[in-house]
Each structure stands twice: as C-alpha cells, then as structure tokens.
C-alpha cells in the first residue's frame, strides 16, 4: 500500500480505474432501473397536484352556490307570495355571480290564484365568462315560467323525496333557457317547508355545465391530459367527447378482459373512493388519478397519457450514447487532471520561489498530505517560508512597535506644549484681569494721597469711592470664582453641602440686590409663580452664587434692556430662568461654553469661569443648568433643581 501512494504511475492508473469504472456502472444501472419509477412517480403526484387544485376550485364555485340558496331560502318561506318569490330568485342571482339561474318553484295551490304551477326562474343572460376590460356586465331576466308538469323533474323530486338538499345534473330537453351547451344543467336543489313543516317548493341554483367544463380545464398537466366525471352510475357529466354526455358511462363498450383496469377503476370512481391507476382507454396507456366531489355522489378524474408522462423516458437512447461520449470525454480528463495534480505543486513552488526571491515575501505556501518526494518537498519550502515570516514578523513588529512609541512622544510633546501654552495664557490673563483693578484702586488710593491738602469736591470722592468699590468687589469676584475653580472646592461643594430651608422669592431679591451693586443702572425685571413662603431644601450659597454668575453674564453681554428673572414649579422641580436679549451665544460657541478657562473673545474682561461654575453649581445640588436653544432674541438660561421638602 505504501509502493502504491509513492509511485506516481500507480497513483495515475488506480485513480483511472476507481474513477472511469464505477462511473460507467453506476450511472447506466441508475438510468434504466430508477428512471421510469421516478418519472412515473413525479407524474402521480404532478397529476395529484393538479387534480386537487381543480376539485378545490370546482368545490369553492359549488360551496358559493350552496352558501348563496342556503342563505336566502328561509326568506322564501317567510314571505312566501308569488311576488317576494320572483324578488328572491332575482335576488339570489344577482348577488351569487357563480349562478346561471335560479328557480323557486313552488307545489300545487300554494298560490291559489295561479293554480297548480307556480315556478319563477331568474336568468343571467350575456355571460361571457370574461375579466379585465373585455367583461360585459350580466344581464338577469325573471319570470313565471310556463306551466309544465315540473313535479317529476329530477331536480324537484329528489330533494322532495329525499327531503334533504341535493345536487343533481340533468339535461334540459327543451333546452328552452338557451343557457348552456345542449342545455346540461347541474343544480343545487333544497326542499322548502312553511312554519307548520310542510313541504311547499323546491329552490334549485343551476350551474352550466359549460361553466363547470372551463372551471375545470383551466390546468392540465400534460399537453393531451384531459378531465373527465362521473356520476355513481358512471355516466359522463364531464368529458372532452361531447357525445359521451348523459348517454355513455364508463362501463360501456368495455371488455372485461381486455380493459379490466378501467372497468375497476370505474367502480373505485363510483363508489367515492380516492386513487390512481394505470388503465388502457381507447388503446392508449394512461395514467388516472381520482378522487370524489364533496357534498355529492360525483367523481372526478385526470387522464394523462402514458406517451406524454414517459415522453422524456422514450429519448433515453440518446441520453445514453450523450453519457457515452461525456464519459469517455470524462476519462481524458480525469487522466490529465491526475497527471497535473501529480505535478502541479512543483509549477506552484517554482512561481512562488521565484516570487520570495524577488522581495514578495507575502507569499503562501500551504502544507500537503502527500507522502511522496513531491509532498515531502512542498512541506519542506512551507517550512522554511514559515521560519522567513516569523524572523521578518519580528522585525516589523519591533520595528512598527518603535514607530509607535516615536508617535506618542510626538504626541506628548505637542500636548506638553500645548500645556505649556495655554498656562501661559491662563496666567497671562488671570494677571491682567486682576491688575486691571488693582492698578484702578492704587491710581485712585494715590490720587486721594496725593490731594491730602486740597481736599476733594463732594461729587469727585464719590465717584472715586464708587470705582474703587466697584473693582474691589470685581477683583473679590475674581478672586472667589478662581478659589472656586480648584480642586479643593469643588471637593467641599461636592463632599459636604450644607442643606437649609431655602426660601425662594428671598434668593432671587438677593440675586437682583447683588446686581445692582455691580450694574445699578440695569433694569432687571423679576417675575414669581411662588408664594412668598416658599421654601425648599438646598444650599442657599451656592444658588446665590449660581444665580448671580446668570445675571452678571446677562447685564455685562446683553443690551442691558430685558433682563429678567423668574421663578416657578415644573412638576418635582423649581425652576429659575435667566433671560436677556441681545447677540446671544452663536451656535458654534455653544459646545464650549461651559467648559473652564474657555473665552468666545480672547480680548473679553473674564476668565471664563462664570458659567462652567453656576453649572457644576447646579449639578452639585441634584439639578443641572441648560441654555434654551429654541430661544433666539438673547440668551435664556434654566436652572431646573430638586423640589425637596423638610
């Protein structure tokens, strides 16, 4: 076994032989034993298909039918005169489009004043069976039809006998409804009793066999398969020989021995059973499924000829010699493809080769099974290719490892000099925006030296006092909101809030009380929704504070015209809103405007403090601070908190 799977000629003429004989074998064996059960096979169950299709469609038309009498009969013997009768057979028409007619006919004297017949019958005139645009519509013409002795007609007696509804086929010997072909009618008949139980009429909805012969030869299996039904004697309600019609069964001019299949397949159809069977009609071989209508003594049955269900199997002769040449065709192959599978990795490792020599070392050599010389080599070049990847993955990874190092000193160094700058700038304008007051008090403390001996006028120490207060309280201010800032306080205002009774009205008079220290001439209007004895648990601290950053930002950026404040509760929350009008806050600005340190205006007084400081405020006390964005004529800010109670 060994020799074998290391010479490469006995690998060549056993992979002929396991591949060229049993390929023959199996497939002629399969061909002439399986073909004609399988084609045979598909052909009942094809038939099957198609027959239960048909008897579903001709049992929907037959169940409307019978739903449509079924649903107006009682209103016949409600209102049973001869005029409310020719009303309803109109009516059951006109309403059932399945129906070609309907008759309510009625037993003798029933209607004194017409004697012993009374029969109204309602008929649908012009059907062409048509959809789309070339359907014309119906026309339904009623009458009293003539008087003839109807009451031995099958349609009226069998139901009156029975005393069941029925359906029944019978062909219209006067054909004088010009209805149908040669006047073939099936109708649905129901006996009809008045309020003491007696049998007074019969109501019959009649259904061309025309009709029925189209509803059922909508789909045929086979070109030359036809459908065909019976009645339980045999006789033909349905059958493409017209002649057959009403005047042949099944059972006739057959010969027991010759046709035995039909004859028995005759009495399987008569007594309601379901099958198929292989019967010899006319001389010709068929197939014949069948299966019984319900609600009726009917059988149905699909003919297809033997000649169409084989007429694949009888070109199996040429399928054959087709497979001959394909085999043979197949052989040569097979032997070139053993041949290049033998040799085939050697032109592999000699493009691959030459691929690694000319710098490509992304190249794959995959490892094989083989035992032979060949295997053995192929295994050797992945080995080696393998020891080549790793040693050269080693060096990219330490090379691009170094390159990734390199990038993030790049990166820390631009973010130390980032640092750097930006502290450069926070101290260049914390000094400035703290010597720009200071410089205002020692000018004015100097001037107030220096003037020792004259003393001021009345007017000019007040304006000194005012500007000197004034940068006071904003360098105070500075000063507070830096303290603010750190990390310190914002542990504190985080770690140990002291909780009071905050009354609201009385924070927001001291919000408006602390503006106009800074902007006395500012009008500032201030709206509550609140009772003066409004209280709620918080810190009344850090709302001053929170609120007063709002209306400082509001009177030094705005117009100066509508700042107001207001006050109100919003369900769990108290809410105090800071508006002004003005420029506003451009919408490009709006992301940065609560981060720390951080200016629209690198030249505007400030530190950029005040609203990232009434924000954390706020977040620190359970609530948040937000800019309304659906407000465009200035700023609104809304400061929303926890509506605790003691």
């Given at each position: 076994m060994i020799s074998i799977r290391k010479s490469l000629s006995n690998k060549l003429s056993l992979s002929i032989i396991l591949l060229s004989v049993p390929t023959f074998v199996i497939a002629l064996g399969v061909l002439f034993s399986q073909s004609r059960h399988i084609i045979r096979k598909e052909a009942v169950n094809r038939a099957n298909s198609v027959l239960s299709t048909t008897m579903q469609r001709v049992y929907r038309n037959m169940l409307t039918i019978e739903m449509g009498t079924n649903a107006n009969s009682w209103l016949v013997t409600r209102h049973l005169n001869p005029d409310s009768v020719l009303e309803l057979s109109n009516r059951i028409v006109r309403l059932n489009p399945h129906m070609d007619g309907c008759s309510i006919s009625m037993e003798p004297n029933v209607f004194p004043q017409h004697g012993r017949y009374f029969s109204a019958y309602s008929i649908r005139k012009n059907h062409r069976y048509l959809t789309g645009d070339n359907q014309e519509k119906d026309s339904i013409s009623t009458v009293v039809e003539e008087q003839y002795e109807y009451f031995d007609k099958i349609w009226y007696s069998m139901p009156r006998d029975e005393n069941r509804p029925c359906w029944v086929v019978y062909f219209d010997e006067c054909d004088s409804l010009a209805l149908t072909l040669d006047g073939m009618l099936a109708s649905y008949s129901k006996p009809l009793y008045n309020d003491d139980g007696e049998f007074v009429g019969v109501i019959s909805s009649d259904l061309s066999l025309l009709r029925l012969s189209k509803v059922i030869n909508q789909e045929k299996p086979y070109p030359n398969s036809y459908f065909m039904m019976i009645d339980e004697s045999g006789n033909y309600y349905v059958h493409p020989d017209s002649s057959r019609l009403f005047t042949h069964s099944i059972f006739d001019d057959t010969n027991p021995k010759d046709q035995a299949g039909l004859i028995a397949m005759g009495h399987e159809m008569t007594a309601g059973k379901q099958g198929s069977m292989a019967v010899d009609i006319?001389?010709?071989?068929?197939?014949?499924?069948?299966?019984?209508?319900?609600?009726?003594?009917?059988?149905?049955?699909?003919?297809?000829?033997?000649?169409?269900?084989?007429?694949?199997?009888?070109?199996?002769?040429?399928?054959?010699?087709?497979?001959?040449?394909?085999?043979?065709?197949?052989?040569?192959?097979?032997?070139?493809?053993?041949?290049?599978?033998?040799?085939?990795?050697?032109?592999?490792?000699?493009?691959?080769?030459?691929?690694?020599?000319?710098?490509?070392?992304?190249?794959?050599?995959?490892?094989?099974?083989?035992?032979?010389?060949?295997?053995?080599?192929?295994?050797?070049?992945?080995?080696?290719?393998?020891?080549?990847?790793?040693?050269?993955?080693?060096?990219?990874?330490?090379?691009?490892?170094?390159?990734?190092?390199?990038?993030?000193?790049?990166?820390?160094?631009?973010?130390?000099?980032?640092?750097?700058?930006?502290?450069?700038?926070?101290?260049?304008?914390?000094?400035?925006?703290?010597?720009?007051?200071?410089?205002?008090?020692?000018?004015?403390?100097?001037?107030?030296?220096?003037?020792?001996?004259?003393?001021?006028?009345?007017?000019?120490?007040?304006?000194?006092?005012?500007?000197?207060?004034?940068?006071?309280?904003?360098?105070?201010?500075?000063?507070?909101?830096?303290?603010?800032?750190?990390?310190?306080?914002?542990?504190?205002?985080?770690?140990?809030?002291?909780?009071?009774?905050?009354?609201?009205?009385?924070?927001?008079?001291?919000?408006?009380?602390?503006?106009?220290?800074?902007?006395?001439?500012?009008?500032?209007?201030?709206?509550?929704?609140?009772?003066?004895?409004?209280?709620?648990?918080?810190?009344?601290?850090?709302?001053?504070?929170?609120?007063?950053?709002?209306?400082?930002?509001?009177?030094?950026?705005?117009?100066?015209?509508?700042?107001?404040?207001?006050?109100?509760?919003?369900?769990?929350?108290?809410?105090?809103?800071?508006?002004?009008?003005?420029?506003?806050?451009?919408?490009?600005?709006?992301?940065?405007?609560?981060?720390?340190?951080?200016?629209?205006?690198?030249?505007?007084?400030?530190?950029?403090?005040?609203?990232?400081?009434?924000?954390?405020?706020?977040?620190?006390?359970?609530?948040?601070?937000?800019?309304?964005?659906?407000?465009?004529?200035?700023?609104?800010?809304?400061?929303?908190?926890?509506?605790?109670?003691?």
């Open positions: 006319n001389g010709k071989s068929c197939l014949v499924c069948y299966q019984p209508v319900p609600g009726t003594a009917w059988s149905m049955a699909l003919v297809c000829p033997e000649s169409d269900v084989l007429a694949g199997y009888q070109q199996q002769t040429y399928i054959v010699i087709a497979l001959l040449i394909i085999g043979l065709a197949v052989i040569l192959l097979l032997c070139r493809r053993a041949v290049a599978r033998a040799i085939g990795p050697l032109h592999e490792l000699l493009k691959k080769t030459r691929s690694i020599a000319e710098g490509n070392m992304e190249v794959h050599i995959p490892r094989s099974n083989r035992i032979d010389a060949v295997g053995r080599l192929q295994n050797s070049f992945a080995a080696m290719l393998e020891s080549l990847n790793f040693h050269m993955g080693s060096v990219r990874y330490t090379s691009e490892q170094t390159q990734h190092r390199n990038e993030e000193l790049v990166v820390a160094t631009r973010l130390a000099e980032e640092s750097d700058r930006q502290k450069t700038a926070f101290i260049q304008n914390v000094t400035h925006q703290i010597r720009t007051p200071l410089n205002i008090i020692m000018g004015f403390a100097q001037v107030l030296r220096d003037s020792a001996s004259t003393q001021p006028s009345e007017d000019d120490m007040k304006s000194i006092t005012k500007t000197m207060d004034h940068n006071a309280k904003l360098l105070y201010r500075l000063v507070s909101m830096l303290f603010d800032s750190s990390d310190a306080a914002f542990t504190e205002e985080l770690n140990s809030p002291q909780m009071d009774m905050v009354p609201c009205n009385e924070v927001g008079r001291e919000t408006l009380h602390y503006l106009k220290e800074h902007y006395p001439d500012v009008p500032v209007t201030y709206h509550s929704e609140v009772d003066d004895n409004f209280c709620f648990q918080s810190n009344h601290l850090y709302i001053m504070r929170c609120l007063r950053e709002l209306l400082y930002n509001a009177a030094k950026y705005s117009d100066g015209k509508n700042v107001s404040l207001s006050v109100s509760v919003v369900g769990d929350r108290i809410r105090f809103i800071v508006q002004d009008t003005g420029k506003g806050i451009a919408e490009s600005d709006r992301e940065l405007m609560f981060k720390f340190f951080t200016k629209v205006d690198d030249l505007s007084e400030g530190l950029g403090l005040g609203l990232p400081l009434a924000k954390r405020h706020a977040q620190n006390l359970g609530g948040d601070l937000t800019l309304d964005e659906n407000y465009h004529d200035g700023c609104r800010f809304i400061v929303d908190l926890p509506l605790r109670k003691a």
